[in-house]
């Protein structure tokens, strides 16, 4: 990490150094190396924010949502992290999206802090990435977090496995509700939003919704609120944050939100097993030459092979990480 040190940079974390969370954010997102040693020590302040993530078909409305979100937890007095994550947004590294214009009331407030995430990395690091950066903005002591992305993909859904609480942001729009149902992200919402209400059709998507929640029937431990909002006038917007609180307390009298976490841990954990023991197989590629090389010759079988590499690396266990 050039420029400033590890320890500053913690030392200034944790003075509540905005720029200091901007330059971590950028060291997660560019894989530093250092990144992980400084996550590591700020891990213990995290879990305390309440994480909401949105997601919907690109226009949904998702940035405006956010922004009435925003404004309104501001008005009570609660501090808010915002990550928009796009892929398919040539715009990466800070810049804002097409948000600029929109979220300017909330850029000169230290209360509110917003990152967006676009092309870099792989879909999958992308995702993982992601959960890192909400933790950095959670031990930075931000109470509330908005993820904002666009449900195309299972690497946009992986990153909804973030979120305490999870919106699904439908519209109006022809073909919109069928679309996303197919997608497969009618399963994963917490919470249904009827975007753009003011347009004609939002009383049809909003009962189709709701035929599709009654046919679940009693299987559903929590039924999802349907609530219609409109973004641009603000309409319904106290209505969606009354929704997810709703949902934050069943999921805190249910054990809900319990499962949850212990998903997430077991999920975070064995990913960073993973990706510590991909690493160590990188780094020590030039010594497992001799045992290719056996499995080359036909001398060894590639599972013989893959065992002693094993042996091997256990071996180097204590320089793995
Ligand atoms: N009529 C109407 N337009 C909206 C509403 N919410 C957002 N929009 C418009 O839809 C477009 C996309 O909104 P945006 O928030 O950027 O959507 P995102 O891509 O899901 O983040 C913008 O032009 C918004 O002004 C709404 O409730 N009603
Ligand atoms: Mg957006």
């Known amino acids: ?31 530093d190396p250092g990144a992980s040693q400084i996550m590591e020590q700020i891990y213990s302040l995290t879990g305390r924010a309440y994480v909401v993530g949105l997601t ?44 600029r214009i929109r979220m300017q009331d909330h850029a000169t407030d230290r209360g509110v802090f917003i990152r967006s995430m676009g092309t870099r990395g792989s879909l999958g690091g992308l995702a993982h990435a992601t959960g890192e950066v909400v933790k950095a903005m959670d031990a930075f002591g931000f109470n509330w977090i908005l993820i904002e992305t666009v449900g195309v993909g299972q690497a946009e859904l992986d990153i909804m496995h973030v979120a305490d609480t999870t919106v699904v942001v439908l519209t109006p729009v022809a073909g ?7 997608a497969g992200i009618m399963e994963i919402a917490d ?42 006038d603000g309409r319904g917007v106290d209505e969606l944050l009354a929704a997810v609180e709703k949902h934050r307390l069943f ?11 212990w998903a997430r841990a077991e999920r975070e954990t064995l990913e960073l097993v993973r990706h510590f023991w991909y690493q160590a197989l990188c780094r020590e590629k030039e010594n497992l030459r001799p045992f290719l090389e056996a499995v080359a010759s036909g001398e060894k079988s590639p599972y013989q092979g893959a065992r002693e590499i094993i042996s091997y690396l256990l071996g180097k266990c204590q320089h793995l990480v």
């Open 56 to 99: 919907g078909a690109p226009g949904a409305g998702k940035s405006s949502l956010v922004d009435r979100l925003t404004s309104l937890l501001r008005r009570r007095g609660e501090t808010v992290g915002i990550v928009a994550v796009d892929p398919t947004s040539p715009f990466s590294g800070g810049a804002l999206l097409g948000d």
């Open 176 to 182: 919109d509700a069928i679309q996303t149902i197919k």
């Open 191 to 232: 919470v249904f939003v009827i975007n753009k209400s003011d347009l004609p059709g939002a009383a049809k998507i909003a009962a189709e919704v709701e035929m599709m929640l009654d046919m679940q029937g009693e299987r559903l431990k929590w039924r999802p609120p349907v609530v219609k909002t409109s973004a641009t």
């Open 1 to 31: 990490m050039p420029e400033m040190n590890i320890n500053t940079l913690i030392e200034r974390f944790r003075q509540g150094d905005m720029r200091a969370l901007a330059r971590l954010i950028s060291s997660l997102e560019n894989e």
């Open 251 to 261: 999921a805190l009298q249910n054990k809900g939100l319990a499962e949850r976490r």
